[in-house]
């Protein structure tokens, strides 16, 4: 299931790009929440 969301994803590029934009945004926005927290 998970190689045919990932095979769509990869045929739709402007799909792609913008989950793994949003992937990122969530990805740093984790980061910056883990580091306040350390403090």
Known sequence: MLNDI???LLMNNCRCSFYSS?????LV?????METGDN
């Open 6 to 8: 990932l095979g769509r």
């Open 29 to 33: 926005f984790l980061m910056k929440e």
């Open 22 to 26: 949003k992937a990122e945004i969530n």
